[in-house]
């Protein structure tokens, strides 16, 4: 009996909730609240012909992609100035002042808007080896979430034109469907992905004594591997990749170099990524605590690893096979008798 509008709003209001409780973070409960803002809105437009509430159905769906692209910064890049964050109100504001003074290139525009941005979010991560704020252990997880999500907005505004074309062709009662249908499953997309752990990065920690450098270091093949001979010291010495949440800015901060210069020393050295690197180094010490004992689960938590998906999929490309049978073939060497082991 609930409109598919109307249960999208309850799942997305208690994903900002959660995301309140749980995490904080104002911004992705703000994204959250405004996709479930916009379901409720379709609603009771289409489900309940509220008439006096369809000019706001534009205004407020051209928030959704700025904030999107907001949080997809703040979570995986850099912080936002305040200042440039209000930069992008300017798209909701032109909505309205389209929707007051000429309402008939309203569609046009939220359309460009929601393509735009999604179109940004995936020019922003073509390319891009490292994800700054995004931890480490999640590997390229965060990227393609929001690689979905760009999709997602792109989706939206292709799914404006079939609309678009509905009311042309005369055929009104497709545009109610097509408007129910599909952007009830797209702020379902983008509520839920966005509101998954992976797709954004952990709270920063500060380090006052951890500045990175003023200026990048001149990209040489020999700095190159100074800077992984220094960072592979610095690991010995320090096991900061056991960290769940070690990101690579933090990591930057503690060699003092700038974010781009290491990843592209890592990139250019390795052929991996910063996160493929690091969680190497993690894999390698999981598999010492399973060959001395331990269970995977504890081998997983005490080597930096959150969650077992992820966990396993490094496993297995590290080494070839799953933690499970690493674990059958150390119990089995431990358990051959020194006659065997001599034969």
Known sequence: MLPLPAFVALVLGYLAIRTLLSEGRP????????????????????????????????VVATVIPPLAWITFQGALVSRLPVRAMALHGAAPAFTLFCRIFAPETTDVVVLLVFAGYGVAILIRLHGTADMPLARLEAGRVPAAIWQVLGWALIASAISDVLIAVAFASGHAGWAGWLITISSSLILLALGMLSGSPAASGPQEEEDEDDQPAAAPIPQTSQEDVDILARLEAFLSREPL????????????????????????????????NVSRYINGWRIRHACGLIENGQSVTEAMLDSGFNTKSNFNREFLRETGVAPSTWREKAQALTNVTPLAKAT
């Open 27 to 58: 911004l992705l409960v703000a994204f959250l609240m405004t996709c479930a803002l916009q379901s409720l809105l379709v609603t009771a437009v289409v489900g309940y012909q509220t008439a006096w509430l369809r000019p706001a159905l534009p």
């Open 241 to 272: 990749h056991l960290e769940p949440n070690l990101t690579l800015t933090r990591l930057a901060r503690r060699l003092h170099l700038p974010e781009k210069r290491l990843s592209a020393a890592v990139n250019r050295t390795t052929g991996a």
